[in-house]
């Protein structure tokens, strides 16, 4: 199969391959725009950007504005493909990003981790393209829906199934006992669904399938299910170009998937991660003590949950021991770090 361009409204990506945003900062400028100069979509995280800001611990949300409109215009500086950022709707504070990001001309925002419903009105009167995340065509006519309320239909929809990383859409019981539908099934119901509004308002919006992908049979596989487009991280992460540190790609070049759980994540969702020391720790009830708020997630337990979640990524993306997210394939991932280049050649060619 040879690949088709990517079409969201006026942008064309020459590749269909979006690479999805990792969290917290584990795709930053570098990345993105490594994977935007090979003609794919990059994607800056937009969660807690300011990490590595000196007042991130007084000032949390002014160090993420400053980093995210600084990570933003770094990437502009290394291409001139497309740059996304994803931003989760469950972050404190996810209209300002929103905001500051339009402000910045991001091209795409690609938003989850609960329903993205206010994108339409934050992005109104830009040129910035809509992507909300789903795990179901369900989910995926909820958000339409209120879209449309707002005379707005989303630029494309991504699909992300159960074998992906990070924050998850599905119950954590149907994880555990893998009760769940395939992304390829999923893919079918959300592509169908989406058709119904393709021929009632004469537009396309093309469906992207996330999750588990590795490979080019795997590309092949959800786009014959209907997908236009795949978002792909965890292949991502062991690259030179990756914004985390090196232990962190060498944790997932040592992982087999034995090493990976899924977890109760502070956020209230499950999630996929590495089964480090410190999540261990946690959950054993001998974690680190939480005495700071970061002020990342809306709603956040801090009196209940088992660790803060910020603390956990910070440590990890930093190189020592905290959280770190995988998806379910992590282990079939080749032993060897790569360049952005070199994985992209082998997924197309
Ligand atoms: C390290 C890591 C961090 C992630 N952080 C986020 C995030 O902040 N927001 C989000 O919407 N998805 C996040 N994801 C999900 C990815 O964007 C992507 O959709 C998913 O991992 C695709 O599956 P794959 O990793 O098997 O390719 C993360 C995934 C990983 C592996």
Redesign the pocket.
Known sequence: MKFRELKIGDLTAKLPIIQ?????G??LSNLASAVANEGGIG?I?G?QMGFREPDFATNPVEANLRALRSEIRKAREKTKGIIGI?L?AAMNNYELYVKEAVKEKIDII????GLPIALPKLVQGSNTKIAP?VSSAKAAKVIINSYLKHDRLPDAV?V?GP?????LGFKYEELIEKSYKSLKQITVEVKELIKTYEDKYDVKIPVIS?????TKKDIEEVMEAGADGV?????F?PTVECDAHENFKRAYLEATNDDVMIIKSPVGMPGRALKTNFLLNSINGEGELINKCYLCIKNCDTKNIPYCITTGLVNSVTGGDGL???????GNIEKRLKTVKEVIDELIN
Do not use: K
């Open positions: 999805g945003g990792m969290g917290i584990v795709s994607v995280s969660v994803n989760m690609i938003s989850g981790a995340i991504v992300e074998l992906a990383g990070g924050h996330a999750g588990g992908i590795r978002q792909i991280a965890s292949l992460v770190i997210f995988a998806g379910a394939d992590v």
